[in-house]
Nanobody, 122 residues
Framework: VQLQASGGGLVQAGRSLRLSCAASGRTFSDDAMGWFRQAPGKEREFVAT????????NYADSVKGRFTISRDNARNTVYLQMNSLKPDDTAVYYC????????????????WGQGTQVTVSS
C-alpha cells in the first residue's frame, strides 16, 4: 500500500497549486481521505477531508474558501486545489487514508502517504 503525493513547489503569494495523491496497492474508493500539513517547528495539522464519494468534505478554518479537496475513484487519486496561497500555507503536505469520515478537527488516520513540500513566498 502506497500513497504518493505530488504537485508541490515554490509559488508566490496569491497563486495556486494543485496537489495530487495517487494510491497504489489497493483501491481506496470506499475510504475517507484527507490532507494534512506540517510547517517547520509545528505539529501536523488537518487541512481537509472527504468521504468515500467526495460529496462530503470538511476543511480547517484556515483554508476554508481557498482550498478544495476532491477525488477521482476511478484513478484512485485525491486532489487538493489550493488557491490564494499565503506564506502561512508553507508546509509539507501529506495525504492519508482515514479510518472514517468525520467533521472533527482530528480525523483518525489509517495510512499516511509521503509528503510534498509547498513553499509560498511573499
Amino acid at each position: 500500500v502506497q500513497l504518493q503525493a505530488s504537485g508541490g513547489g515554490l509559488v508566490q503569494a496569491g497563486r495556486s497549486l494543485r496537489l495530487s495523491c495517487a494510491a497504489s496497492g489497493r483501491t481506496f474508493s470506499d475510504d475517507a481521505m484527507g490532507w494534512f500539513r506540517q510547517a517547520p517547528g509545528k505539529e501536523r495539522e488537518f487541512v481537509a477531508t472527504t468521504n468515500w464519494s467526495g460529496y462530503r468534505t470538511n476543511y480547517a478554518d484556515s483554508v476554508k474558501g481557498r482550498f478544495t479537496i476532491s477525488r477521482d475513484n476511478a484513478r484512485n487519486t485525491v486532489y487538493l486545489q489550493m488557491n490564494s496561497l499565503k506564506p502561512d500555507d508553507t508546509a509539507v503536505y501529506y495525504c492519508a487514508v482515514l479510518r472514517y469520515y468525520t467533521t472533527d478537527g482530528g480525523p483518525p488516520v489509517k495510512f499516511w502517504g509521503q509528503g510534498t513540500q509547498v513553499t509560498v513566498s511573499s
